[in-house]
């Protein structure tokens, strides 16, 4: 009998299907369920490590700040057990302190310590933590300055900051744009595959410092594997808003340019970067980590202007106005100034781990689209045995190298 | 201790030259701005005079207070020979005899326990203790006594009892054939002698790690003719190393770290008072006594009557000791600490509150 001709019952045997697909998917479930249940309810930990065992204790400094009367610490326990601060040393001295919550956190709580200490400008000074079992956790304030708090002073330092290092330099290689224009079209592969260059440079660049912020996040946090997949999210997510806006070309009768979207998609990918860096940036120095020195300046402007260079270099062929590039310029330099703001008032390293990885990730989508650009019909293999490319790649890289160095 | 972070480890280093540099970059640059923007900053105070809060510094020492429960600092500073327990129970662990001579046999039930102490406010430490304390009970004996100490080892690891002073090799409790197996049982006769401020402690391997786990304890032997009446004190200079990094994090006068800030020694103005001081800190290689406002006679170990020197500090070897006397002349606070400032700071610091009508 065909089902067709029954459908009440071919709708129930068909319910019926589907509630034995849902339990049988979720019977493993049930299972785990049950499994979680018996080793929380039978104290296995404790049988497998025996009794008396001293508990797993492991606590990371979030944030650490100096305001006018004392330091101010917010802290987190990264272990399996619960953890009990007992007493806080600053500089091998024992001192007051208040925790704005219990002083016992449990995995993943958090407290915020205030210690009432005279700590002295410029000095570096030790903070340790000593747990209900002795054990120490240390944090170095290596230059101990007040930390910036949300005030016009500071946005206005932290402003200035990001328009030195990334709005300022961003806008002058911008200046290339009327070179770029007149130049021949092996000039323009070469500057588009010296674009290639920076970018990749940037790229490992943001992969070194993700992973570096990402060994300093509190080990619950997966950092590494956060880094990685936020990058993955950052790339796929960038080849969907390409795709969308070659569609939307399409569909407009082609009134956008390719190489409008691809400097759009390289400014982008800079900004996303650029964030991350302010991030960075504005979180040392109000850590205090930031020192003095002129000659760095200089390296600063050249490393970054090279970003300006990479975005105008897809634009050689197409007209742009004026107005456009200077969105382009703010598109991939403003960040900094967002990124110092973030960085420097509400830090915490896994913030430093997502936005170096979303660069990384936005870089490398403008990568392969600067790529298959240049490439056209050709496989990209063929295309970078050409000699104004393959140069151009080592050029860029050696660009960046050179200025980095100035940087140090 | 599963999880110990050492600080120090270059690997936490938060900066790469290179990011250090690259910030020293922006150093200049905030600078320029700040100077770009001093109108701006004029309400920032100085950054010295706004950095330094509380420069009294009042926020210093440990937070909270210790349970005087299991051990008490004060009551320790003048007991001897288990003379704070109530007679019956005091004769289980204390019997002494009057002998022929005019000797006295002393007998002492003493044993070696593992037991969690609390060091500071909320701090435990998992010690190893003779009867349960540290420092462990102090022993007090006239010149010529008879002494004779059961020793039973309770704890999880070999113990002994290293008496200095005179006697024969065979009551040393250091050497391989002295060791004293958990779950064993030793008896230490020997007589007390020279008279003067000595110690005991545990001799077992490794010797380090059974001296600052806590045992050890004061052994005073006073001369046949014994010394002026006085207010006595046994002051044990310790210290602990919570995270097992061969260095101290809490020092202390009697254990507790500032229990004496907390709670002061009191002590009459005009009365002499009399401190044994012991100094059994370890992995420090000296410790001292510093006491305000007053000067003290020292009679280096004990071993005579007449002082050899008069100083308000005195420093001491690990193993070392001293008797000090003084006699509060004014009516107060005297603080008394480590000269070690950093000793100090990790809680070696007390005060003696001296009462009664000024001295002339």
């Given at each position: 009998m065909s089902p067709s001709r029954e459908p009440g019952r071919a709708d129930r045997a068909g319910r019926r299907r589907g509630v034995v697909l849902w339990a049988l998917a979720a019977f493993p479930l049930v299972l785990v369920g049950g499994l979680i249940w018996v080793v929380f309810s039978s104290d296995l930990a404790d049988a497998m490590r025996g009794e008396g065992y001293p508990p797993v204790e492991e606590l990371v400094f979030q944030r650490v700040s100096l305001r006018p009367d004392g330091i101010v610490a917010t802290v987190l326990n990264d272990g399996p057990d619960p953890v009990t601060i007992a007493q806080v040393q600053v500089d091998d001295a024992y001192w007051s302190f208040s925790a704005d919550s219990s002083a016992t956190l449990a995995r993943l709580g958090r407290t915020t310590l205030t210690i009432p200490y005279p700590w002295v400008h410029g000095d570096t000074h030790v903070l340790r933590l000593v747990t209900s079992t002795g054990v120490t956790f240390d944090h170095e304030i290596a230059v101990a300055v007040e930390t910036p708090r949300p005030s016009v002073w500071s946005f206005g330092i932290f402003t200035l900051i990001g328009l030195y290092v990334g709005v300022i330099p961003v806008a002058i290689g911008l200046m290339w744009r009327p070179f770029v224009s007149r130049a021949s079209r092996t000039a323009v592969d070469f500057l588009l595959a010296l674009t290639i260059g920076l970018l990749l440079f940037l790229l490992i660049e943001s992969g070194h410092e993700g992973l570096e912020a990402a060994s300093l996040a509190p080990s619950s946090f997966q950092a590494v594997a956060l880094f990685v997949f936020s990058a993955l999210a950052a790339f796929v997510g960038l080849e969907m808003v390409a795709a969308w806006l070659r569609a939307r070309r399409r569909d407009a009768g082609a009134s956008v340019g390719q190489g409008w979207i691809l400097a759009l998609l390289v400014a982008t990918g800079i900004g996303l970067h650029n964030f991350g860096e302010g991030l960075a940036i504005g979180a040392a120095f109000a850590l205090g980590e930031a020192t003095f020195g002129l000659v760095l300046i200089v390296g600063f402007a050249l490393h970054n202007t090279t970003e300006g260079l990479a975005i105008v270099a897809p634009l050689a062929r197409e007209p742009v106005r004026v107005s456009q590039l200077m969105g382009l310029g703010a598109l991939a330099g403003a960040p900094t100034i967002a990124g110092t703001w973030v960085g420097g008032l509400i830090y915490s390293p896994i913030w430093s781990v997502l936005f170096l990885a979303v660069g990384a990730g936005a870089i490398a989508q403008v990568v392969v689209q600067l790529a298959r650009q240049i490439a056209g019909e050709q496989s990209i293999a063929q295309h970078v045995a050409t000699a104004p490319v393959a140069g151009g790649l080592f050029a860029g890289v050696v660009v960046m190298y050179v200025t980095g160095l100035i940087v140090g | 201790m599963a999880q110990i972070k050492n600080s120090s480890d270059p690997k936490t280093k938060r900066w790469s030259r290179r990011a250090w540099l690259r910030l020293a970059g922006l150093g200049s640059l905030s600078g320029g701005a700040a100077l770009a923007s001093r109108s701006l900053a004029a309400g920032q105070a100085d950054p010295v005079a706004a950095s330094t809060p509380d420069r009294l510094g009042s926020g210093m020492g440990p937070v909270g207070r210790v349970s005087?429960?299991?051990?008490?600092p004060t009551r320790f500073?003048?007991?001897?020979?288990?003379?704070?327990?109530p007679v019956d129970t005091r004769a289980q662990f204390y019997r002494e005899t009057p002998e022929a001579d005019g000797t006295t046999l002393r007998e002492y039930e003493l044993f070696a326990v593992d037991r969690e102490i609390e060091i500071a406010p909320g701090v435990f430490f998992p010690a190893w203790t003779y009867n349960g304390q540290v420092p462990g009970p102090t022993i007090r004996a006239t010149a010529g006594d008879h002494l004779r100490i059961n020793f039973v080892n309770q704890g999880s690891h070999p113990h002994t009892l290293h008496f200095h002073g005179w006697h024969p090799p065979g009551m040393d409790g250091s050497l391989r054939p002295h060791q004293v197996m958990p779950g064993d049982s030793f008896l230490y006769e020997f007589d007390a002698e020279p008279f003067g401020l000595h110690l005991y402690h545990c001799h077992a391997n490794p010797l380090k790690r059974h001296v600052h786990k806590g045992l050890y304890g004061t052994f005073i032997v006073d001369p046949p003719?014994?010394?002026?009446p006085a207010d006595e004190l046994v002051i044990v200079m310790n210290a602990f190393d919570t995270n097992f990094d061969a260095d101290n994090e809490v020092y202390a006068a009697n254990t507790v770290a500032g229990f004496y800030m907390q709670e002061p020694i009191g002590v009459r103005v005009g009365q002499l008072v009399r401190m044994y001081l012991v100094n059994l800190t370890e992995f420090d290689l000296i410790n001292s006594l510093h006491l305000h406002g007053m000067f003290f006679d020292v009679v280096r170990t004990?071993?005579?009557?007449?002082?050899?020197e008069s100083t308000d500090t005195i420093m001491l070897c690990q193993g070392e000791r001293a008797i000090l006397e003084t006699t509060f002349r004014y009516p107060g606070d005297f603080m008394f600490h480590a000269h070690q400032s950093e000793f100090a700071e990790l809680g070696w610091m007390g005060l003696f509150r001296a009462e009664g009508n000024r001295v002339t």
């Open positions: - | 005087t429960e299991s051990f008490d500073l003048r007991t001897w020979n288990f003379s704070d327990l003719s014994p010394r002026p004990g071993t005579s009557l007449k002082a050899s």
